[in-house]
Each structure stands twice: as structure tokens, then as C-alpha cells.
């Protein structure tokens, strides 16, 4: 057996897996591998200015927590390697495809340490870039079954829904906060949802598990970004690595402004006024974090964080011993140590 360490995957980042098991570690390196190999072939055209393009930000580096989670999920079933590899890369490509329409919509400047394609480019080669991923994904998953290809279709969509949830808002007499949390679940959550069900599915792993490890996907997507939404508003940055208020100046409202801004009081009412719109001012920026982080809002974000990683954990037990399982533990508990 290994000491306990946090594997390294994507280019040199810190993965939020600790891997333990000296067998595992060595067969998810192997593997990583293959899909890194296999996500360039896809990546490549007949035009070089696409191959470019789509390079940019695998080049830039990444976690490829997806990947790896589909890789864990096919431990638990006996066969289908070869499967497994391309489902990983489909997740990934779709991944990234997302990536560049966010950067698109956001109006980003940066992604991943380096100009976003949008900036590095346009807005259209952007897009088309996502376009052309989302395309090759398609292209990938085609050989494994209807099945495969019915799933990548219904998350695409379950993708969309949550950026357009996220674009126009709750409707008239909707909770904001159910709104937030279908808005995550689309964008985040369907994902690595499905990573967790191809891997588990295409290796033959039983039906039970297949379903607990889809939903494993879905809890950690969600708990992930409920997780990051507390550290823009009450971690440091030389803890997190992230400038606090991106959400503030962003316009985007996040669990914790949630929570505050439905306090009844005089602080509340000023959150209200404050966050009907983009906080780009310096001074606006820094008496909203004083007056989220001395609201309730981030404890109770942090409460609703502590029951989806208690869902987590229920599905987790659903899945035999094996250093697999223990993996994806130290990804729910990493998700909430790093918000505390």
C-alpha cells in the first residue's frame, strides 16, 4: 500500500481524489493516459486553425475530474476498458465544450491561467470551437450504443436548460433558492452524473450501483458548487487562490446571497439593493462580502452544503468495499473541508 496522497492529473493540478491504494493509483495513471492521448486524436482536423483552437484549453491544463470519475465508476464492473476510455474523453470534450460558450457569455478574459478563446480570438471562433467539441463528443460516443449516445443527448440538454434556468431567472413565485439549485444541478451536475453512469454502465458494473454512482455524480456536482460559491464570499485569497467577489462583480447570485438577501433586516434590504445588478465597484464589492459574511447566509449555505454531502455519502454506501469507493469518499469530504 501507497501513503495517502492526492493524485495529480491535467497537467499538474491537484486532483480533490486521494488515492491510497498503491494498485489503484497505478492503473487510474495508466489510464488518464490513454484518455489524454485519445483526447488530443479528437481534438486534431483537417484545419489547422480548429486543431488550434480546440487545443487551447486542454494545452492550458485541467483536473479532468470527469475523466477520472468515469475511470473510478468502471471499477466496479469487470470488462469494457476500451469503452470506458471513450466515454471519458466524450465527458471531457463536453466539458470543455461548455467551457468556451461560459467564457462566450460571461464576457471572460481569462480561463485556466491563459486569454480566453473569446479574447484570444472572438466570440464566434469561441463558440464554434464549443460547437465543434460538442460535435467530436457525439462523433465519439456513436460507437458505444443508443443507449450512450440517447444519455450524452439528454445531457447536453439537461446542460442547456441549466444555463438558460441560469440566463432568465426564476419565474414569478418560484423559491429562489429551489431555482439555484435546479440551475446547478443542469450546469454542473448532469455531467459528472453521467460520468459516473457511463463508467459504471459500459464496464458492466450492476444496475444498483450504475444508479448510485449517477447520483454520486449529480450530489458532488452540486455540493462542488455550493462549495466554491462560500469561497468567493469567505475565504481569503490566499487560501483559495481566487479573487473574493468574482460572483459579485459577475452579477451572479449565489446560495449564500441567497440566504442573506431573504433575512429580514436592515442588512438584508441593503444586499438587496446592492446585488439587483453587477457590484463593479471596489468599495460596493468589499461592503457586500462585509455584509454577506456578517449575514447568515454563508452558514446556511454551508448547512445545505453538509446535507448534500451526507446524500452523497448514502449512495456511497451502496457500492461494495474497494479502494474505489475510498476514493470518491475523499472527494465528498475534500468537497466540504475546503469551504470550512
Avoid: C
Avoid at 31 to 47: I, K, Q
Avoid at 54 to 70: C, N, W
Avoid at 74 to 92: L, M, P, S, W
Avoid at 184 to 210: D, F, N
Amino acid at each position: 500500500m501507497a501513503g495517502t496522497s492526492r493524485t495529480q492529473v491535467g497537467g499538474g493540478r491537484t486532483s480533490p481524489l486521494e488515492i491510497a491504494d498503491e494498485g489503484l493509483a497505478d492503473d487510474l495513471a495508466a489510464s488518464l493516459t490513454e484518455v489524454e492521448d485519445l483526447l488530443y486524436a479528437m481534438l486534431r482536423s483537417d484545419s489547422d486553425f480548429v486543431t488550434e483552437t480546440s487545443s487551447h484549453l486542454v494545452e492550458a491544463g485541467g483536473k479532468r475530474f470527469r475523466p477520472m470519475f468515469t475511470l473510478l465508476a468502471a471499477q466496479f464492473g469487470v470488462h469494457g476498458k476500451d469503452d470506458v476510455i471513450k466515454a471519458a474523453v466524450a465527458v471531457e470534450l463536453v466539458h470543455l465544450a461548455s467551457l468556451y460558450h461560459d467564457d462566450v457569455m460571461d464576457e471572460a478574459t481569462m480561463r485556466r491561467g491563459t486569454q480566453s478563446a473569446n479574447v484570444r480570438w472572438d466570440n464566434a471562433v469561441a463558440i464554434l470551437t464549443g460547437d465543434y467539441l460538442f460535435a467530436r463528443a457525439s462523433y465519439l460516443v456513436a460507437d458505444l450504443g443508443t443507449e450512450v449516445a440517447r444519455i450524452i443527448a439528454e445531457t447536453f440538454g439537461e446542460l442547456v436548460t441549466g444555463q438558460m434556468r441560469e440566463t432568465v431567472g426564476p419565474s414569478a413565485g418560484v423559491d429562489p433558492v429551489e431555482h439555484y439549485i435546479q440551475v446547478i444541478t443542469g450546469k454542473t451536475g448532469s455531467l459528472i452524473a453521467t460520468a459516473g453512469q457511463y463508467g459504471a454502465m459500459l464496464s458492466g458494473a450492476p444496475e444498483a450501483q450504475v444508479k448510485a454512482l449517477r447520483q454520486l455524480g449529480r450530489l458532488i456536482g452540486i455540493a462542488f458548487q455550493i462549495s466554491d460559491d462560500i469561497i468567493d464570499i469567505d475565504s481569503p485569497m490566499q487560501e483559495s487562490g481566487k479573487v473574493p467577489g468574482t460572483d459579485l462583480r459577475e452579477g451572479v447570485l449565489t446560495l449564500p446571497m441567497l440566504y442573506a438577501m431573504g433575512e429580514q433586516s436592515p442588512h438584508a434590504a441593503r444586499l438587496r439593493e446592492l446585488l439587483s445588478g453587477p457590484v463593479v465597484e471596489d468599495v460596493l464589492v468589499e461592503e457586500a462580502l462585509s455584509l454577506l459574511r456578517a449575514s447568515s447566509g454563508v452558514a446556511e449555505a454551508r448547512r445545505t452544503l453538509a446535507d448534500y454531502a451526507e446524500r452523497a455519502r448514502a449512495e456511497l454506501a451502496v457500492l461494495p468495499p474497494h479502494p474505489a469507493r475510498d476514493a470518491l469518499g475523499s472527494v465528498i469530504e475534500y468537497v466540504v473541508e475546503r469551504s470550512s
